[in-house]
């Protein structure tokens, strides 16, 4: 059996997780969870709650927190890494930066992306290193955001490491993918029945061929679904019920009427609707805050009630149903499974017209020596400029971060398709850096 650390202990997302593992033991069996955070006082309220849950659940396992790395990171097999540097407080000051200059506030896409990028590159390397000095065989499983520029970073920074880039987004598309086809066939469909081709960078992809593994290909289907529709919002285990999710998993239907050979990933509609984007966007009011008077406070009132009653029978955390490909990532290097997953890896000639360097988001087969990628080929001249234009976005802030280089940095923002001119992109970079100078490396 396999010992976890999960870094980012506080997160909200932490609790969900636990559960999601306790619900996959038969398939990945867990001898011990420690919770890592920096943020103690965040993560006790936390893991108070969990531990109770774990008492009740899973007696048996091992579990504990704790802000010392040496006894977080001590004989384990993986890392879980989902950390948020600069919390929400942060992530509101992304968002409404760029908007007060009529630029899209988002927290991985644009000028938000790239000052989050700035602060988690960093705190995700500090744990890379503490997983080499204290269990050098152990693999970090890596979800933190903004993940095309951590990944990039790590590529970098620690390149040849035990380290796998992943996201969510893919997993959570599908998802949706197959609860739309399930209403348009009558039968049950779940992601784990599709076997797909995409490709591109994280959160910026798309697909271009999904069948299922009996062979039956259901493109046709699913494209009709999303041109009428988007994305299906009806699943059962959706994980973003709030309004704003919703806009944003419709509008999917926009973008796939510009390239209709393929699926689009929700999240270039920041790219190609910046305009639209912003005219939705109060900023006075973004997602941060729709979370923190959320989620935030929902997650943190259920462990209150937990740690108050001394039980998790009543109180129950909603399970990560969709983290679930956290486990299938975790299995398939435990017992080599070679399952096939979407990963964030070293492009390598796999998408033929591309850098070599880039980090792309592609089919990988996983096994017990990491990740396999599958050959893509050439990709068209939409999806290729695209892709380049924010590819040399993320390489120029790793760029910047290593140097200092407030000449890159700059150059980032202006390369942005997001952002209109230099000139903009030097007020929002300028208001940015002050607002980071506790995080970002002096430039
Ligand atoms: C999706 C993305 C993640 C992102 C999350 C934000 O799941 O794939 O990268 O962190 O949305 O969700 P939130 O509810 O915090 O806006």
């Keep these: 059996s396999s010992a976890i650390c999960i870094a980012g202990g506080g997160s909200t997302y932490t609790p969900g997780i636990v ?17 890592y955070d920096n943020n103690e006082e965040r993560q006790a309220k936390l893991a108070k709650a969990c531990a109770i849950m774990m008492k009740e659940k899973a007696p048996d396992i091992v579990f504990n927190w704790t802000s010392d790395p040496q006894t977080a990171f001590t004989g384990i097999d993986f890392v879980m890494a989902h950390i948020r540097v600069g ?39 500090e744990i890379a290193d503490y997983m080499e000095k204290y269990s050098p065989n152990a693999w970090l499983l890596n979800y933190s955001n903004p993940a095309s520029i951590v990944a990039e970073a790590t590529r970098r ?91 944003t998993y419709q509008k999917a239907k926009d973008i796939y009427a510009l390239d209709p050979t393929t699926i689009p990933s929700t999240y270039l509609k920041y790219y190609l609707f910046p305009d639209e984007v912003v005219a939705h966007s109060n ?30 029978k009543e109180d129950t955390f909603a399970v990560g149903v969709h983290a679930s490909f956290i486990v299938d990532l975790a299995c398939a290097i435990r017992y080599n499974t070679k399952e096939r997953m979407l990963l964030i890896v070293e492009n390598n000639g796999a998408i033929a017209n591309l850098d070599d360097t880039a980090m792309v ?80 490396p002096t430039l």
């Design 87 to 125: 919390l929400y407080e942060m992530r509101e000051k992304d968002e409404k930066i760029p908007l007060k200059y009529g630029v899209v506030g988002q927290e991985t896409c644009g000028p938000g992306g790239i000052a989050y990028g700035m602060r988690s590159i960093g705190p995700v390397i």
């Design 19 to 35: 559960l999601m593992l306790l619900d996959n033991l038969d398939r990945f069996p867990i001898s011990r969870i420690t919770l």
């Design 157 to 247: 920074l620690r390149p040849g490491k035990h380290i796998i880039n992943i996201c969510d987004m893919p997993v959570a598309l599908e998802t949706m993918m197959a609860a739309a086809l399930s209403e348009r066939t009558g039968k049950t469909y779940t992601r784990k029945d599709f076997e797909v081709r995409y490709y591109g960078l994280n959160h910026f992809g798309w697909w271009t061929d999904i069948h299922t593994k009996d062979g039956k290909d259901v493109m046709p289907i699913l494209k009709d679904y999303i041109k009428e529709n988007g994305f299906a919002t009806n699943a059962k285990d959706f994980q973003h019920k709030d309004a704003s999710w919703k806009e």
């Design 361 to 440: 988001e592609i089919p990988c087969l996983v096994g017990s020596s990491g990740a396999e990628a599958l050959t893509v080929g050439k990709i068209p001249s939409f999806q290729l400029g695209l892709i380049n234009e924010q590819l040399y976005v993320e390489k120029l802030v790793v760029e910047a971060w290593i140097e200092g280089s407030y000449g890159k940095l700059w150059q980032a923002l202006t390369l942005s398709k997001t952002v209109p001119s230099a000139s903009v992109a030097k007020k929002i970079l300028d208001e940015l850096m002050e607002a980071n100078k506790e995080y970002w």
């Design 283 to 312: 900023p006075a009011y973004t997602r941060a805050n729709e979370v923190m008077e959320g989620r935030e406070k929902e997650v943190f009132g259920i462990a209150e009630r937990i740690i108050a009653k001394g039980t998790a």
